[in-house]
């Protein structure tokens, strides 16, 4: 067929065979087009609604008025690498090279499925503990991996060191943690770190470890890195994100650590999926990152907001569970008495949202299999504005 041979069949777009069959719209798209819908209070998605310090943003002007506009080195910044190295060891014990030891990325999730296509081959398996943070699972099935799936503890959240045991095989190539913990807000202990540390000690396990909140944990505990452990730090990919700690969620910015060996090919896969990051915003985090104070006097100023939602909840029958650490608090809402009974904690949420005017997240979306526990998840990541509006709504309760 020549270019001058008309089309005599109508136009059809190819069909293709799905990377991720089973992947829809996410629970908190729909749970925030309701909250719009509704005109509800949302607390379900985790981003702030407050703005970040002016400093951080006159900063970025400086940076991009300064002539900070082209490509950055591949890695990141220099001056921000550098930094992030110096918190880390300030903080954790924990010496990185600057230079072949942590990298910038366009965010934690970006750095999350980083490294995984960096470390899974077709069959390898990767553990995830449930539940989890909903893109582990789709990154695993991207890279070709298998995901299997350990449950924490229902009610407590905590490692269940026997069942993560037995699901360690010959093809066990990773295993995801996260703390302080998405959704359920607590964090690992001490004694936790150790045991895992003893546990991957005989194995090839590689560990991912998801620190997103790390400066959002609330006295009397503290953030236990994975960096902060020998023997953990030696085999870890360390994530964290600027967005969670400076209130800057669209940034997507976020860095990752980890020994040269195993940052090498980190950034094999980084300089093709997305090879370097938004340059002035790089340049205004090293220098805002210099202060130390906004990250050091995060706990008081989320704690306050979550003692602010916790206090306001008291006089209703949900049951608080403990929060630890990010900015999430969850609830059992297996005492409340509302019009429809027997209402799946997905259902509930829906229903919270039209009839009392307040959005939340369902426990049950982040398992594989939906496990419903009653239990919801609100973020007080807000003004307390915001937060006062949502308890009075659900004072009604």
């Not at 798209?29 to 719009?36: E, K, P, T």
């Not at 991207?142 to 026997?162: C, H, I, T, W, Y």
Request: hydrophobic residues 40%; contains cysteine.
């Amino acid at each position: 067929m020549t270019a001058t041979t008309p089309i005599t069949t109508a136009p059809f777009t190819p069909a293709i065979a799905s990377r991720l069959p089973h992947v829809g719209t996410t629970i908190f798209s729909v749970m925030s087009a309701l909250a719009a819908q509704h005109q509800a209070v949302n607390l379900g998605q985790g981003f702030p609604d407050f703005e970040c310090d002016p400093r951080l943003i006159d900063a970025v002007t400086a940076a991009m008025r300064s002539g900070h506009n082209q490509y950055p080195p591949m890695p990141g910044v220099p001056a921000l690498r550098q930094a992030v190295a110096e918190k880390i060891e300030r903080l954790y014990g924990r010496q990185y090279s600057a230079d072949s030891e942590v990298t910038i990325t366009a965010g934690a999730t970006q750095a999350l499925l980083t490294v995984i296509l960096a470390i899974v081959h077709p069959g390898d398996e990767v553990i995830v503990l449930e539940p989890c943070y909903d893109s582990y699972v789709p990154n695993i099935e991207l890279a070709g991996g298998v995901a299997v799936r350990v449950p924490l503890m229902p009610g407590s959240f905590r490692p269940d060191f026997d069942r993560i045991a037995a699901a360690i095989t010959p093809r066990t190539r990773g295993l995801i943690t996260n703390s302080p913990h998405n959704p359920s807000a607590t964090i690992w202990s001490h004694a936790d770190m150790l045991q895992l540390q003893e546990l991957l000690a005989p194995t090839q396990v590689l560990l991912i470890s998801d620190e997103v909140y790390e400066h959002m944990v609330y006295a009397p505990h503290r953030h236990l890195s994975a960096s902060s452990y020998p023997g953990l730090a030696a085999r870890a990919f360390v994530v964290s994100s600027f967005g969670k700690t400076y209130h800057v969620t669209g940034w997507k910015v976020g860095t990752v650590a980890a020994p040269a060996p195993l940052m090498a090919e980190f950034r094999k896969v980084h300089q093709f999926n997305v090879f370097t990051v938004n340059t002035p915003m790089q340049h205004a985090l090293a220098t805002y990152l210099s202060d130390p104070a906004p990250y050091l006097e995060l706990p008081a100023f989320y704690a306050a907001k979550r003692d602010l939602f916790r206090q306001g909840l008291e006089g209703t029958r949900f049951r608080l569970l403990p929060s630890e650490g990010s900015y999430f608090q969850c609830v059992d809402i297996s005492d409340l008495a509302v019009p429809e009974r027997d209402l799946s904690d997905g259902d509930f949420c829906q229903w919270l949202t039209r009839e009392v005017g307040v959005a939340a997240i369902p426990l049950s979306a982040f398992y594989g299999n939906g496990f419903d526990q009653k239990v919801i998840r609100f973020c007080y990541a807000k003004k307390d504005s915001t937060l006062t509006s949502a308890i009075e709504r659900l004072a009604r309760l």
